[in-house]
């Protein structure tokens, strides 16, 4: 379970993040949903204590992340905004050095190993150099490293970017798998229909700014709008940056 | 603390194993470190050709006009020098030694005994180019042997008019050259520090640029940083595979320079052996490890200040000049060990090692004092490295 509550940040003049709560269920789905520049990579970041809040605290299964980021690191699997791998080790080789960096080794590391590139259907690629991967392969690497030691916890920030059709369609499965194994997932995007077909639970950001939260149907109600996607609009005053 | 070195260890062998695949970072750790040795011998062999005045070689003098002056000729055979034709004329003979073909070139001109028999100067001449430092050795050796010849005919020409010889020698200035041939080849062997300090700094170069700006640049920082890894445990694996490889570069090109004292026949254009124990490379490794120490942080905190890959290359690839300068000087002015130069970092060292080659007595002192200020300074850089990684800006830069 994930607590966020009244984080800020602000980059010199810039503020980031102006307050924002929210909270994810284990056995869930909740999507962050917002305009490029709204905070979520931010949030993100700091959930994935690679940031500090300037004020507020956040929680994973009750570990705070400015306090304990080892409990938070070993809880979470996280797919950043940055996903870069190493060119020159296979892609086995890239999720291995995660599993072993969470103390896993030995047989339970490959079988973990093995059964991740089954899930992502990766066969094919995982004994060569990720050098050269397709996009779509570098997220799937990407995530696989990232959950290869079991977390309960899922952060993806903005999974399907860049990805074609059919990896889309992958990952949304994917995404649906953690789910039914109980796992908290939280993931951010910015494309309104991603997060209507997936998310349980919608936290709208705006402008480092929650604007509106709960479920689709909740939040339909809330705006009197039928349609999300008016919905949406109404809740953030304006269509910029929603698509 | 187990599991601790544990992680330490997943990262070091993570790098070693990512850099071992790189080509640049083996060019730098294994293919450099070579050329700093092998440029030396030869540099060795040349320069000792041309400092082989000890003119046990015999001495080849094209002449013209041999035929003017058969005196000269068998003061000169005499002496220990080979006479032969030279060019037909001057201008032939200004030719082939302009080209290189000969060294030098005796020319006795018409008149020449008209001259001498009236006692007056009688020119000869030499033909040589001063800009070729190769025929240095043989232009010098005819230079005095046609001074000899000249001095000769003068003593006699004094002796004749019953004048002591010894009155036109207002000095007799006399050499006392303490150098031992050891210490005369030891000044081409003072250019080891120097490439020794770029071993440190280069081994271990394009490893410490992968494991910090690389990894920034590729996108792959801020995912290792969501590992239940602590920011020290990180950079030391980096750190500690970066100083493998510096090692490694470092202990190449001593085992090279070993290797090439001990095949390379140097005798013959020094006339001077080389000698050097095996014991003394220990040594001089044990006196240069702790700079290691001091690069390899130094190396990391320039890194990751900068922005790209190439950025932090251009960088890195000047950090050996600042030690490396006074490493040069060294070569031609040794400086003598002193409390004050151990306590400047790779300048003590350099110091020291100059004067293990040299043959000369190294004060345990003093190699005291400059690994301890050494690791002390390294310590610290170590220190400020690992804050640098503790920092969230880490994430984009500085």
Redesign the interface.
């Known amino acids: 379970m994930i607590e966020a509550r009244n984080l800020h940040k602000r980059f010199g003049d810039v503020i980031a993040l102006d307050g924002v709560s929210f909270r994810c269920e284990d056995g869930r789905i909740t999507g962050l949903l917002g305009p490029n520049g709204a905070g979520k990579t931010t949030a993100l970041r700091i959930l994935c204590t690679v940031m500090h809040p300037d004020e507020g605290s956040a929680t994973v299964d009750g570990f705070d992340t400015v306090r304990a980021p080892r409990e938070v690191l070993s809880r979470i699997g996280a797919l950043p905004d940055q996903r870069g791998l190493y060119p020159r080790l296979t892609a086995r080789e890239n999720i291995r050095y995660y599993g072993r960096l969470h103390g896993m080794r030995g047989l339970p590391l490959e079988r973990a190993i093995e059964r991740l590139i089954h899930l992502l259907d990766l066969e094919d690629a995982v004994d060569r150099r990720t050098e050269g991967f397709s996009q779509g392969q570098r997220t799937k690497v990407a995530i696989a490293r990232a959950l290869v030691h079991g977390p309960r916890t899922v952060l993806l920030d903005e999974p399907t970017n860049g990805l074609d059709v059919m990896s889309t369609r992958a990952m949304r499965h994917f995404v649906l798998r953690l789910k039914d194994d109980g796992c908290c997932v939280l993931f951010s995007s910015h494309v309104m229909q991603e997060v209507a077909a997936l998310c349980d639970d919608v936290v709208l950001v705006g402008a480092g700014r929650v604007v509106a939260s709960g479920t689709p149907d909740a939040l339909r109600a809330q705006t009197g709008r039928p349609d999300l996607e008016d919905a949406f609009v109404a809740a953030l005053g304006s269509a910029e940056g929603l698509e | 603390m187990r599991?601790s070195f544990?992680?330490v260890w997943?990262?070091l062998a993570?790098e070693v194993?990512?850099n071992l695949?790189?080509r640049r970072s083996l060019l730098a750790a294994l293919v450099y470190p070579m050329l700093g040795p092998v440029l030396m011998i030869g540099l060795l062999a040349i320069v000792g050709r041309t400092l082989d005045e000890r003119g046990d070689r015999l001495l080849t003098l094209p002449m013209i006009g041999a035929e003017r002056a058969p005196d000269l000729v068998a003061f000169l055979t005499n002496q220990g020098a080979n006479i032969v034709d030279g060019p037909p004329d001057l201008v032939a003979a200004e030719a082939a030694v302009k080209a290189g073909d000969l060294d030098v070139v005796v020319v006795v001109p018409e008149g020449y005994r008209t001259l001498l028999a009236e006692g007056r100067p009688a020119t000869v001449r030499l033909v040589l180019d001063a800009s070729r430092t190769d025929s240095a050795v043989d232009i010098g050796r005819a230079a005095r042997l046609l001074d000899g010849y000249s001095r000769q005919l003068g003593a006699q020409r004094l002796l004749a008019r019953g004048v002591d010889p010894a009155v036109t020698e207002a000095l007799a200035v006399e050499r006392v050259d303490v150098a031992t041939p050891q210490s005369q080849a030891a000044r081409l062997l003072n250019l080891l520090p120097y490439f020794l300090i770029f071993s440190v700094f280069i081994g271990g170069m394009y490893l410490a640029i992968d494991a910090t700006a690389g990894e920034r640049e590729?996108?792959?920082?801020?995912?290792l940083?969501?590992?239940?890894?602590?920011r020290w445990e990180l950079v030391a694996g980096k750190l500690l595979a970066t100083m493998l490889f510096t090692v490694l570069s470092v202990v190449e090109t001593l085992v090279a320079f070993a290797l090439l004292l001990r095949y390379v026949p140097l005798e013959e254009s020094l006339g001077v052996r080389l000698s050097l124990a095996p014991s003394s490379f220990f040594v001089i490794f044990a006196i240069a490890a702790p700079m290691i120490l001091l690069a390899v942080p130094l190396q990391f905190i320039v890194a990751t200040f900068t922005r790209s890959f190439k950025e932090a290359q251009n960088y890195l690839s000047f950090l050996p000049l600042a030690p490396a300068l006074p490493g040069m000087v060294l070569a031609f002015l040794p400086v003598k060990p002193s409390v004050a130069t151990m306590l400047v970092p790779t300048f003590g060292q350099q110091i020291l090692i100059n004067r293990v080659l040299r043959g000369e007595f190294v004060d345990p002192w003093h190699v005291a004092i400059s690994t301890g200020v050494t690791i002390g300074l390294g310590i610290v850089l170590l220190a400020i490295a690992v804050r640098l990684y503790a920092r969230?800006r880490i994430?984009f830069g500085t």
């Open positions: 599991a544990g992680r997943v990262v993570k194993v990512d695949r790189d590729r996108g792959s920082l801020e995912p940083l969501i590992n239940p890894v602590a969230e994430l």
